[in-house]
């Protein structure tokens, strides 16, 4: 499925507040004396007792270290750690599960392609292509190579609505043709929401001859992930942004390219053999888990993926869709704030970034943090995103399954007293009342 062209399903019955009694951190009272809301989904989500409860049942009942030991518990450990990689293949729907490998998170992930695919494949006078909208995750490692074999990055631009102008991305693949290696860009945007329509995309740099990296970290979370019908080379998510623990995240990579590429970190288990003179890699998925892996961070991973799966994720999509469309409907009546991204919700995931016209988005944090609202301010790791929108810093609010009507209500009456109490126009008025 590519999240282009997701119809949203009718609504159906689907209540966040069932859902929040699964999340302890949710239950808590803000300093306020609030309910806390949280609204920094994007950034990261909180874990559910089901995710909670396979860690801690890993760590009293059968851990161990995994594939070395021949005793019980390793044994227990492995199959449990194994599992969770067929977990994450049905969830992705890769043809096999060694085209799975676990990595530190999306930012270790994507450096490992940059660092073994990239300095293998890429050299003086060659493109690497990105969006205008990308995460630094996506943009420091390519400048990296940049650095190491004199390729060049180039940015795909955006229209005044927050999307990548299709016909500027046209030209950039005429100007520059095969000297693209590789396309690598998000499938959400994390600031704008915006959902990228990634099968068209990979398509067109099939056409083109060029590899294709998928970021999909905030896809994953919230919409299904289909790698046989998108058919990228690379995608890849982190854990702790679905439900899952932090320090886990997973590399998907096509069989024959993950086969042809060199390991990255060496030690133990990604080894074969060891001699004096050198050494022989492992098979898939082996060759790139050097070290003692992430065994509970990938069990938790698990546990999360069923989790969701569970839910399903197209009532998930659909009910941040509602909460989306209801935000963008009150922020209309705030004078002074301006939405950044598609103004269309059914365009965008569950994401609302926004400024407030003579207020700091730091100032607009810290009031919604005194109402119990958590929301995210600052550059939000885009920086030459927000320099082509004219802005320093944004303020983020992110919506998830356990996320209310009535949260989205308090965020917006927070932002009409933000701009009440701090934005020139909103004093001067407020005085002639």
């Known amino acids: 499925m590519d999240p282009s062209t997701i119809t949203t399903p009718p609504a159906t019955s689907f209540d966040p507040q069932s859902l929040r009694a699964d999340f302890p951190i949710l239950l808590q009272k803000a300093a306020s004396g609030e309910p806390l809301a949280y609204l920094d989904n994007a950034a990261s989500t909180q874990r559910p007792r089901q995710v909670i409860d396979a860690i801690s049942d890993c760590y009293q009942r059968y851990y161990a270290n995994v594939h070395r030991g ?15 990689r067929r977990s994450v293949s049905v969830f992705l729907n890769a043809a ?45 490692p390519w400048h990296q190579l940049a650095e190491r074999v004199g390729c060049e990055v180039v940015f795909a631009p955006l229209n005044d609505n927050g999307q990548v102008d299709q016909q500027q991305l046209d030209a950039l693949w005429q100007q520059h043709g095969s000297r693209i290696k590789l396309f690598a860009f998000t499938a959400v945007s ?21 590899r294709t990296l998928v970021d999909a970290a905030q896809t994953a979370p919230h919409m299904a992930i289909d790698v046989q019908a998108w ?25 024959e390219l993950l086969e042809s590429m060199p390991p990255f970190l060496g030690g133990g288990a990604m080894i074969q053999s060891v001699t004096t003179e050198g050494f022989a890699p492992a098979e898939l998925p082996d060759k790139f888990e050097a070290g003692t892996p992430p065994i509970t961070e990938a069990i938790g991973l698990g546990a ?45 995931s569950g994401i609302v970034s926004f400024a407030i016209e003579g207020v700091h988005a730091h100032d607009i944090a810290q009031w919604m943090d005194t109402r119990g609202i958590a929301v995210r301010a600052g550059h ?6 927000h320099k082509s929108l004219g802005l320093s810093s944004s303020t983020r609010a992110s919506f998830y399954l356990y996320n209310t009507m009535d949260e989205v209500e308090r ?7 933000v701009r009440a109490k701090f934005a020139p126009q909103g004093r001067r008025r407020r005085r002639r009342s």
């Not at 600031?191 to 060029?210: C, D, E, S, Y």
């Not at 939000?380 to 995103?385: D, I, Q």
Request: charged content about 20%; hydrophobic content about 40%.
């Open 190 to 210: 994390n600031v704008l929401g915006t959902i990228n329509p990634v099968q068209q995309w990979v398509r067109q740099a099939q056409q083109h001859g060029a």
């Open 96 to 140: 096999s599960s060694d085209e799975v490998l676990f990595a530190a998170g999306t930012t270790a992930a994507i450096n490992t392609v940059a660092r073994t695919w990239g300095d293998q494949n890429v050299g003086r006078g060659d493109v690497i292509l990105l969006t205008m909208m990308e995460h630094h995750a996506n943009i420091v």
């Open 231 to 255: 058919q990228p080379d690379f995608l890849v998510f982190s854990g702790h942004k679905l439900c899952g623990p932090t320090g886990i995240g997973v590399l998907y990579g096509r069989r």
């Open 304 to 348: 999360a993926i069923d989790y969701l799966t569970d839910i399903g994720l197209e009532r998930i999509h659909r009910h941040e869709v509602n909460l989306t469309q209801h935000a963008h409907a009150l922020l209309a009546d705030v004078p002074g704030v301006r939405l950044i991204g598609p103004q269309d919700p059914a365009d965008k």
């Open 70 to 84: 021949i005793h019980t518990l390793s044994e227990s450990s492995t199959d449990r750690y194994e599992q969770a």
């Open 380 to 385: 939000h790791c885009a920086m030459p995103l």
């Open 411 to 417: 965020f917006v009456e927070a932002v009409r007293e």
